[in-house]
């Protein structure tokens, strides 16, 4: 077999020259050098992987921070119609304690005009005693006392001759002619006196009255 001569590598034929190794470390085509890390990935591709991963934890402290306003804004909300709730609730009390504080006060003044007005009429029995004269001593000490309890409870006595008469405290029994000296209807017997509980009458008075001269009587 005749052996073929030995060729210099710059002899080869230019179809068969073999093509250099690229080294590791040569620059790419841009001239800077593509770093290879320990597990085999290019630099650039770490680098573009941390930012990704720095992108999605800003992503999701911005989802959490838009979470914890949106449950502030609610908790806020909730807040107010408690609050409004509570206001409410505090009118209604203070309406129903109103309520039940005049309904107190009316069932106690309507205990004390049952319970006095009977006594009216006792009270002008004493009233006529002393028309007729001084009131013996037990006799006198027992009506004083009748007379302060009765006013302690809140119970007075009105009309008087001269008053001008008020059909809503006066009851007019009888008109007995016209008197040149007065200018309205006015009261000219006091035939029982009237009792009132604060402004609210327990008995009108009973009276005769005269008109002003010239006033046509009724």
Do not use: W
Not at 161 to 166: H, I, L, Q
Not at 182 to 189: A, P, R
């Amino acid at each position: 077999m005749t052996e073929e001569p030995q060729r210099a590598p710059d002899q080869q034929p230019e179809g068969e020259r073999a093509e250099p190794a690229p080294s590791p470390e040569a620059p790419d085509a841009d001239g800077a050098a593509d770093t290879v890390a320990p597990d085999g990935r290019h630099g650039f591709g770490e680098a573009a992987a941390e930012m990704a991963n720095e992108t999605e934890v800003e992503g999701g402290e911005t989802g959490e921070a838009r979470a914890a306003d949106d449950e502030l804004t609610l908790a806020r909300m909730e807040l107010e119609e408690r609050t409004r709730d509570l206001q409410r609730l505090q009118a209604e009390f203070l309406n129903y304690k109103r309520r039940v504080d005049r309904d107190r006060e009316l069932i106690r003044e309507n205990a004390t005009y049952q319970a006095l007005a009977p006594i009216t009429e006792v009270l002008d029995n004493i009233a006529r005693a002393r028309e007729h004269g001084p009131l013996e001593d037990g006799f006198r000490a027992v009506a004083d006392q009748l007379e302060r309890t009765v006013a302690t409870l809140g119970l007075s006595k009105f009309g008087a001759v001269g008053d001008a008469f008020d059909p809503t405290i006066h009851e007019a029994l009888s008109h007995i002619g016209e008197d040149p000296d007065v200018e309205v209807t006015t009261c000219k017997v006091i035939a029982k006196a009237g009792y009132r509980i604060g402004d609210r009458v327990v008995r009108a008075a009973q009276v005769l009255v005269v008109d002003p001269a010239g006033e046509p009587q009724e």
